[in-house]
């Protein structure tokens, strides 16, 4: 059996990438899978906004964009070491971080050859950072636990925000990541707190779900999906209220991702099994055993 490494959604479908470097994609009850790559695994999965392409991170810094109607190469891209991240902005212009904390701007000018431009703290130096969230002109850097705003047109670091003293934490254990659009951060730590980005205002506050894994916030900044130590499937909203509670897996739950919309949550296990789940309902789209068998 193939083992999952990312999952990421089109409106109507579902990509999968695989330690051993292929790609399914589910739609429907039909699914078809492709080889990316011929060895290593694929680290990250980003759909485009349209759905019409989707970004694929490959070993040793390799980047592909595909389409998604028949997975055929629209750009290759190089990086200097494995991709954590990659984003698609706009028609052929990306963003790239990598292990080593380097981020990366690619575009083309019309259909010419593709460039990279180091993303900067102050149009020269380069800026190190983790994660990112955002669009074409700005994105939200995450560093640690704490967030910067980065200006596309300057290349430049134009805010820097530390609103999370350390000295509140109780222990070195928590959770805390971006919405997709970088307008939002969270931290699952000693307590739950969603805080917008650009004011560093508090918009939701609440308790944590205990033995938790890995957490998504969804780009409506409302509701966290928690994946914990036990295989469950927790959507707290508002900071307040588990609006959902499921076990998918009996296997640790070591990745959850949203779809664009809000509509669906998918997850991986610690085994390298993957299911989807209806956000609303908590119904399985994709149960366990369906992923298994989609994986062979």
């Known amino acids: 059996m193939s083992f999952a490494t990312a999952i990421a959604f089109e409106p109507a479908a579902i990509w999968i990438g695989t330690r051993e ?18 060895s290593g695994p694929i680290s990250a999965l980003a759909v485009s906004s349209d759905g019409a392409s989707l970004l694929v991170a490959g070993p040793a810094g390799a980047v592909s964009i595909l389409k998604t109607a028949d997975g055929s190469l629209i750009d290759s891209l190089a990086c200097a070491g494995p991709v954590l991240q990659g984003s698609i902005v706009a028609p052929r212009t990306y963003v790239t971080v990598d292990n080593e904390r380097r981020g990366l701007l690619w575009s083309a000018n019309g259909d010419g050859p593709i460039g990279s ?63 997709a659009s970088g307008g939002h951060y969270f931290i699952h730590w000693d307590d739950y707190l969603v805080i917008t980005t650009g004011t560093e205002d508090i918009a939701f506050e609440g308790s944590i779900v205990h033995r938790a894994r890995c957490a998504a916030l969804c780009d409506d900044a409302r509701r966290l999906a928690v994946g914990t130590r036990d295989g469950e499937l927790v959507v707290i909203e508002d900071g307040q209220t588990q609006t959902m509670a499921l076990q998918p897996s009996t296997h640790a739950i ?12 998918g997850w991986i296990d610690a085994q390298g099994c993957f ?8 119904a399985e789209v994709v149960d366990r055993a369906r992923g298994v068998e989609l994986l062979g």
């Open 117 to 179: 431009t180091p993303i900067c703290e102050d149009g020269t130096t380069a800026v190190r950072f983790d994660r990112f969230g955002g669009g074409e002109a700005q994105l939200t850097l995450l560093t640690a636990i704490d967030w910067m705003i980065w200006d596309r047109a300057t290349n430049s670091v134009v805010s820097e925000h530390h609103p999370i003293d350390g000295m509140r934490l109780a222990y070195l254990d928590g959770l805390f990541g971006l919405s």
């Open 275 to 282: 299911g989807v789940v209806d956000a609303k309902t908590g």
């Open 254 to 265: 070591r990745a959850v991702v949203w779809q664009a919309d809000g509509a669906r949550i």
């Open 21 to 38: 470097g292929i790609l399914v994609r589910l739609a429907d009850e039909s699914a078809w899978g492709m080889r990316a790559y011929t």
